[in-house]
């Protein structure tokens, strides 16, 4: 399988993820999962802030889908989607220490720190124009 073939497939693999993804943010259930999981300290404490933040994240994570799709935008979306693995990671961590509380969603913390790298990495190089 050739370089293009590759990158075209793992753009196309990271869209339908991060796309499907984004769009349980706006599901009322899940997002009030996800909402409970920011931390106090940035506005988890207020529900119309997490409600806001868990929107904010998901029109973010459907357009950084959709940008690994655009030619134009891919190097920018796979960079910004590496940024944003970055700043979420904070309310995975925060999940993560509290599986009392959140239950069966929750993914231990070593393994959901080991999974975001694996997938800043490949959005990064996703990033890169075949």
């Known amino acids: 399988m050739s370089f293009e073939v ?13 796309v499907a ?17 920011i931390p106090p300290r940035w506005g988890g404490a207020d529900r119309t802030t997490a409600r806001r933040l868990v929107t904010f994240t998901g029109v973010c994570e459907i357009a950084g889908g959709l940008g690994l799709l655009v030619p ?11 940024v944003f693995l970055v700043a979420v990671f904070p309310a995975n961590a925060y999940a993560a ?34």
Do not use: D, K, N, Y
Not at 6 to 18: C, H
Not at 98 to 126: D, H, K, M, N, Y
């Open 21 to 37: 993804m984004g769009v349980l943010h706006f599901v009322p259930r899940i997002a009030t999962g996800m909402a409970s999981m």
């Open 97 to 130: 220490a509290r599986p009392e509380r959140f239950g069966s969603i929750t993914v231990p913390f070593w393994p959901r720190l080991i999974a975001q790298i694996v997938l800043i990495v490949l959005c990064l190089l996703a990033a890169v124009r075949a």
């Open 6 to 18: 590759a990158s075209l497939v793992l753009r196309a693999v990271l869209a339908v993820a991060f």
């Open 72 to 82: 134009a935008t891919q190097p920018l979306a796979g960079i910004l989607l590496a």
